[in-house]
């Protein structure tokens, strides 16, 4: 079991930026992949960007390319989505995954944060 724990969302105006940040813990050593996916009210669950452990590899929606940042600590275990130039439509609850698929690992999910933008 790998148990995730999503922090650092919050409400922002339109163009400014919000930080997310997830830390790992328990089996880590199976946590090949690693990503982020968000829901806004009313829809499905989407991807929003992976990051592959093996290289490094990166891999992005097309609504969130130029404009998010994925990346990851692998000695401490963290995740992290540098999110720039933000939009009232990125609003949604956003969730750290990790797992063996690619791009889109979806093996195990973390609770969850809210970003709200303001338009």
């Known amino acids: 079991q790998v148990q995730l724990v999503e922090s650092g969302g919050g409400l922002v105006q339109a163009g400014g930026s919000l930080r997310l940040s997830c830390a790992a813990s328990g089996r880590t050593g199976s946590t090949v992949n690693m990503g982020w996916f968000r829901q806004a009210p009313g829809k499905e669950r989407d991807f929003v960007a992976a990051?592959?452990?093996?290289?490094?590899?990166?891999y992005y929606a097309d609504s969130v390319k130029g404009r998010f940042t994925i990346s990851r600590d692998y000695a401490k275990n963290m995740l992290y989505l540098q999110m720039n130039s933000l939009k009232p439509e990125d609003t949604a609850v956003y969730y750290c995954s990790v797992g063996s698929s690619w791009p889109r690992p979806s093996d195990y999910w973390g609770q969850g944060a809210q970003v709200t933008v303001s338009s």
């Open positions: 990051i592959r452990l093996i290289d490094y590899n990166t």
